[in-house]
């Protein structure tokens, strides 16, 4: 059977950019057809490995006609005018997390891609992890029975990676409540797949130097049923992807490197830090094969009447009544995870099918960090969705 | 020089008594004097073993001369009534926790040991292990800077240990939110060492069977500063001793095995499994020697500004800018944890210092429960300590 191929421009070649660079080679269903980034460094290394046109801005890709559908990668506060001119183009879109900062800014881009005819999907998260879909499945199957409890972990060195100023200015939507949790928000919600009933967090700034949200602990409450617990600290000090046989987030064994990250920082001034970044993390600095193991965002298990899901290095590891059996996750032609995102794409614009993580998925995701963020600020407890009890929360 | 030794009478012997009389065998400045039990063949055991008198009931214990302090752990819903009449007798107080099942009852047990000039101590819980005392008191140096966050992480097999009818029925003080949630509790309250300001905690049902809670997800805020993440499962699934390497909760390596205490259960009638109960866990029945290993309440990780510290094997793994440092937990020439109960007491009684776990401790912990409870039960934040929202804590 034939297929069309979409395609596909990149909007911005950072690091999701360049990762996704990567997977789009891999997707039988993509073709790689151009790029805007404003570096020139990194356009000259995407033209001559794709042999493809990286334009400096987006006009130059949305002109295209053998663009089909976008990858906005650009800093955040350009999401919303990013996605609304491809929209405006006819361009299908994929938007990195977070869709925005603000909701209204979501609702905008929701509205351009229906005004527009075109797919809004939202990605990539670890929402998109073919564990993480598989436990979905798994839940919404029934076989395990209700669910009870989603809990998360996830110790990194998120915080000391190379960044640009804004990356470090939570008003400027840096930080871990912006760019870490909506991993765990999007992970929870799509396994829970029911709206956020309400959430109540606490998050610390530990570093002067690196003046943002940095850990996080937050409880988020479904509707009707369900409850998502969810600790993050990006403080370079203990690392969970020691509970997962050294298996880093994006698949790939690591190895042990406490206090690298903060090492790797020492010394520089902001403009060496920021030129790190792009030598670090941009187009072309990462390895492009698939990883071996499987993608994870830390320590996952989801707790059911009749078992214990638990995302694993290779597939989900199921602890049932009788015993411990690991679900490999089925194979896939493409990159784990970022492939799925592309996938979303294919079958949302090839085949008609609804995509999962959309617009409205993104904006309740959007939704849910600003909750966060408001409850860590003023200490009580935020309602998302349940009116009849707004009462309770005490007022200050 | 020549220490006072403590004559202790055990009032129960039930798997607390029975482990407390092993760690009092340990402990040089106890001796084990007396017990109170009223199954014969447990008081048997225990008179053919210790060489001490076993009583049917505490009236004879507490009527003995050589008894200078008793451990109370019989049924929640008797702790008042039997500390508040040992007490009374003069003797010293140790209690199991829960402390009480209502503040007024923990009221009454503290007003009575201050009104008779005796020690009032709540424990054994895991909040006397070692390397959880040794992390209060890292923290409490400012050595890793100012604490942020406390998460622990605790998969077991609770809910299928074999119960009297009462311990699976939560009106009666069963369940985990009265049984193992005060751990959780007392570790993070050991280790912050402030009020709790609010909690908000969701808790579930999942098994008809065994109608109580069994899984429990909490976020508890400090005033003024840190916060406590709390995940418990009980349910027999995963069991977080494998992040721990496979050391038992009490210290001792442990098989893998899962679904083994559903197993056990398999087919027994209500009578067999109360029968089991005194065989499984009551005095005896248990190893006389204390642990290769530290005692643990699944995993802790506790995040300060400068370090992640994080409860190990054999002592505190501090994961800090540089690197990673195991940081044994000093010697005790005593059974760890309960001993450290023991030391305590001794502390107490002959050198005059405050007992740290202390009645009004242990309220705060039960105070703590209650407010759990109401808040999975209201689904809303319930506050503890800050005046200006007193109004939203229940009056019982």
Same mark, same amino acid.
């Given at each position: 059977?034939?297929?069309?191929?979409?395609?596909l421009g990149?909007i *911005?070649?950072g690091?999701?950019?360049?990762v996704m660079a990567?997977?789009?080679? /891999?997707h039988?269903?993509i073709?790689?057809?151009?790029a805007?980034e404003?570096?020139p460094?990194?356009r000259?290394?995407?033209?001559?490995?794709?042999?493809a046109?990286? @334009?400096?801005?987006?006009?130059?890709?949305?002109?295209?006609?053998?663009?089909?559908?976008?990858?906005?990668?650009?800093?955040?506060?350009? =999401?919303?005018a990013?996605a609304?001119?491809?929209a405006?183009?006819?361009? @299908?879109?994929?938007?990195?997390?977070?869709?925005?900062?603000?909701?209204?800014?979501c609702?905008?881009?929701?509205?351009?891609?229906?005004?527009?005819?075109?797919?809004?999907i939202?990605g =990539? /998260?670890?929402?998109?992890?073919?564990a #993480?879909?598989?436990?979905?499945?798994?839940v919404a199957?029934?076989?395990?029975?209700? $669910?009870g409890?989603?809990?998360?972990?996830n110790?990194?060195?998120?915080?000391?990676?190379p960044?640009?100023?804004?990356?470090?200015?939570?008003?400027?939507? *840096?930080?871990i409540?912006?760019n870490?949790?909506?991993?765990?928000?999007?992970?929870?919600?799509?396994?829970?797949?029911r709206?956020? !009933?309400?959430v109540?967090?606490?998050?610390?700034?530990?570093?002067?130097?690196?003046p943002?949200?940095?850990?996080?602990?937050?409880?988020v409450e479904f509707? *009707?049923?369900g %409850?998502?617990?969810?600790?993050?600290?990006?403080?370079? @000090?203990?690392?969970?992807?020691?509970? @997962?046989?050294?298996i880093a987030?994006?698949?790939?064994?690591?190895?042990?490197?406490h206090?690298?990250?903060r +090492? +790797?920082l020492?010394?520089?001034?902001?403009?060496?830090?920021?030129?790190? +970044?792009?030598?670090?993390?941009?187009?072309?600095a990462?390895?492009? $094969?698939?990883?071996?193991?499987?993608?994870?965002?830390g320590?996952?298990?989801? %707790?059911?009447?009749g078992?214990?899901?638990?995302? *694993?290095?290779?597939g989900?590891i199921?602890? /049932?009544d009788?015993?411990?059996?690991?679900?490999?996750?089925?194979?896939?032609?493409w990159?784990?995870?970022?492939?799925?995102? $592309?996938q979303?794409?294919?079958?949302a #614009?090839? =085949?008609? +099918?609804?995509?999962?993580?959309?617009?409205?998925f993104?904006?309740?995701t959007? !939704?849910t960090?600003?909750a966060?963020?408001?409850?860590?600020?003023?200490?009580?407890?935020?309602?998302?969705?349940?009116?009849? #009890?707004?009462?309770h929360?005490?007022?200050?």
């Amino acid at each position: 059977m034939n297929e069309r191929t979409l395609g596909l421009g990149l909007i *911005g070649l950072g690091l999701a950019g360049g990762v996704m660079a990567a997977a789009a080679r /891999t997707h039988p269903g993509i073709r790689l057809a151009a790029a805007a980034e404003p570096d020139p460094e990194l356009r000259q290394r995407f033209e001559q490995a794709e042999g493809a046109p990286a @334009h400096a801005d987006i006009d130059g890709v949305l002109a295209r006609a053998d663009v089909d559908a976008v990858y906005v990668a650009t800093p955040h506060q350009l =999401h919303r005018a990013h996605a609304v001119a491809a929209a405006e183009a006819g361009k @299908h879109v994929i938007v990195e997390k977070p869709m925005a900062l603000s909701v209204a800014d979501c609702d905008a881009m929701i509205e351009a891609a229906a005004a527009n005819g075109v797919v809004l999907i939202v990605g =990539h /998260t670890h929402g998109f992890d073919p564990a #993480v879909t598989m436990i979905r499945d798994l839940v919404a199957s029934g076989a395990y029975g209700p $669910l009870g409890m989603i809990a998360m972990w996830n110790y990194t060195d998120f915080l000391y990676r190379p960044r640009r100023p804004e990356e470090l200015d939570s008003a400027r939507g *840096g930080g871990i409540l912006y760019n870490q949790i909506p991993h765990q928000i999007d992970i929870a919600r799509t396994i829970a797949d029911r709206p956020v !009933r309400s959430v109540r967090a606490t998050a610390a700034v530990l570093d002067p130097a690196r003046p943002t949200e940095g850990a996080c602990a937050a409880l988020v409450e479904f509707a *009707g049923q369900g %409850t998502a617990n969810l600790v993050y600290s990006g403080y370079d @000090h203990f690392d969970s992807d020691e509970l @997962h046989g050294w298996i880093a987030e994006g698949g790939s064994p690591k190895k042990r490197a406490h206090g690298a990250a903060r +090492r +790797r920082l020492d010394g520089l001034t902001p403009a060496e830090e920021r030129r790190a +970044r792009t030598s670090d993390f941009g187009y072309g600095a990462r390895s492009p $094969l698939p990883p071996p193991h499987q993608p994870h965002f830390g320590e996952l298990v989801v %707790t059911c009447a009749g078992a214990d899901l638990r995302c *694993g290095p290779d597939g989900v590891i199921a602890y /049932t009544d009788d015993g411990v059996e690991v679900l490999p996750v089925p194979g896939r032609p493409w990159w784990p995870g970022r492939g799925d995102v $592309l996938q979303e794409l294919v079958d949302a #614009v090839v =085949h008609g +099918r609804a995509a999962f993580h959309d617009g409205e998925f993104g904006r309740e995701t959007v !939704r849910t960090c600003l909750a966060i963020a408001e409850s860590a600020r003023d200490r009580r407890e935020v309602f998302l969705s349940a009116p009849e #009890v707004a009462r309770h929360v005490p007022v200050r």
